[in-house]
């Protein structure tokens, strides 16, 4: 073989070698699904990868919690139902709407966990003027805390236990953060507060939410009823989850006066970016290493639904829309 021939044979071989390595990484390349729950104006929506699809069958209704299990899509919310606001989950876009007591005028859900084969539905009732915190299993309601005048806000399965978080009436004066565990009841602090998001991890149990000090709101984590102070500015935790040891939470604080849509990673905040008039972290999730949190921004006078992946902003709505809940596989 002369010289000529082998650089011919060399560059052949690492053709094919390269070929293999490229070949091989496109197979073994992920592309993530992205799921948001949401609103345009009054209407009930969600996005599959930017793709819309209308939920509510007229105007007032609301998607607030997606998930995704067993293969089909799951969306808590509210839809009019008979001339009034009704409490409903969406299985695949088709509607579910939930038994409620005789003399109802409104009801809603706000958070769905699916154990399972099991679909726990969280949210509330207005009943001859009374509030009822309600959450339904696989459509059978169940009322509790009937005399504190509690919503629910959050509903988890975990280790066989039903945990919910929400607010409730207490002594008749203020709204309090609280909890539920097998509807045992749980107040974490006595200022006017509110519990947002919730995520059990074996026996630890991480509440986000709010409370009131002096002329502002606090965004705050509880972590097995002790209190995290997430900023010493006016703000809102809307959403707690985990990944390995780290927490994430989203919401928002106030910046130089601008509402501010904002990442908590174990306590540390990160601003993200695209709000000149105001923004909004409503949900977030951790998918495969990347950070992903759905929410709003406002510019000139403006409120459209988005998300950021690692901190890079990236639209899904119209003009009036609002991103609420998000999911990534």
């Keep these: 073989m002369n010289h000529g021939q082998f650089l011919r044979l060399l560059y052949l071989l690492c053709f094919f070698c390269l070929f293999a390595a490229c070949k091989k990484n496109h197979v073994n390349k992920h592309t993530p699904t992205i799921y948001i729950a949401g609103v345009n104006g009054d209407t009930a929506i969600f996005w599959k990868n930017g793709m819309v699809q209308r939920l509510s069958s007229s105007f007032g209704g609301a998607a607030n919690q997606i998930r995704v299990a067993n293969g089909a899509v799951y969306i808590s919310g509210q839809d009019v139902n008979s001339g009034r606001d009704a409490a409903i989950y969406w299985k695949d876009g088709a509607p579910n709407f939930l038994p409620v007591p005789v003399g109802t005028i409104s009801s809603t859900t706000r958070s769905l966990f699916v154990s399972g084969s099991d679909v726990y539905v969280a949210g509330w009732t207005i009943t001859y003027n009374t509030l009822y915190a309600t959450y339904w299993k696989n459509g059978n309601p169940t009322v509790v805390d009937s005399t504190n005048s509690s919503v629910f806000k959050s509903i988890v399965v975990s280790g066989g236990g039903v945990y919910i978080c929400g607010t409730s009436l207490f002594n008749k004066t203020n709204n309090i953060a609280t909890w539920w565990k097998d509807d045992v009841r749980h107040v974490l602090t006595d200022a006017t507060s509110e519990a947002r998001s ?127 809940s998000i999911v990534v596989q």
Aim: proline share 3%; charged share 5%; hydrophobic share 40%.
């Design 198 to 324: 919730m995520y059990v991890s074996g026996n630890d149990v991480y509440i986000a939410g709010m409370y009131i000090s002096g002329p502002i709101g606090i965004p705050a984590l509880w972590k097995n009823g002790e209190l995290i102070n997430l900023s010493t500015n006016d703000g809102v935790a809307y959403s707690v989850t985990m990944s390995g040891s780290n927490v994430y939470v989203a919401g928002y604080e106030t910046v130089n006066g601008i509402i501010t849509a904002t990442l908590w990673k174990n306590g540390s905040p990160q601003h993200l970016p695209g709000g000149a008039q105001s923004s909004l972290g409503s949900s977030v999730f951790v998918s495969g290493g990347d950070v992903y949190v759905a929410g709003f921004t406002v510019n000139n006078n403006v409120q459209r639904a988005c998300y950021w992946k690692n901190g890079v902003l990236f639209y899904v709505g119209n003009n009036g829309s609002s991103a609420v």
